[in-house]
Nanobody
Framework: QVQLVESGGGLVQAGGSLRLSCAAS????????MGWFRQPPGKEREFVAA??????????ADSVKGRFTISRDNAQNTVTVYLQMDSLSPEDTAVYYCAATRSYGGTGSNEYVYWGRGTQVTVSS
């Protein structure tokens, strides 16, 4: 079991920045792949970014490349995954979710096993 808790969402003006955090606890050593997804209002969930400390792979959606950065802080019992979001635009408004998978999940949400409850990001124009 892996528990994921997102934080750091909020309201920000266009052009601003936010850093989302995802605190992962439990059997994190067995689930090295982490991803961020988002669900804009009235739309389906979409991939944002992913990485894995076991494979070294990192991937970003085209819409966020150069603006968002995924990173992680591995501790003994807790892993925290971050999503640094810069140059935000109203199109980035969404509920952001982190997810975990055994090795590397890439862009497919079906590859991920555990999900957090999400954190709301609202970007005003």
């Amino acid at each position: 079991q892996v528990q994921l808790v997102e934080s750091g969402g909020g309201l920000v003006q266009a052009g601003g920045s936010l850093r989302l955090s995802c605190a992962a606890s439990g059997r994190t050593f067995s689930y090295s792949g982490m991803g961020w997804f988002r669900q804009p209002p009235g739309k389906e969930r979409e991939f944002v970014a992913a990485d894995s400390w076991s494979s070294g792979n990192t991937d970003y959606a085209d819409s966020v490349k150069g603006r968002f950065t995924i990173s992680r802080d591995n501790a003994q019992n807790t892993v925290t995954v971050y999503l640094q979001m810069d140059s935000l635009s109203p199109e980035d408004t969404a509920v952001y979710y982190c997810a975990a998978t055994r090795s590397y999940g890439g862009t497919g949400s079906n590859e991920y096993v555990y999900w957090g409850r999400g954190t709301q990001v609202t970007v005003s124009s």
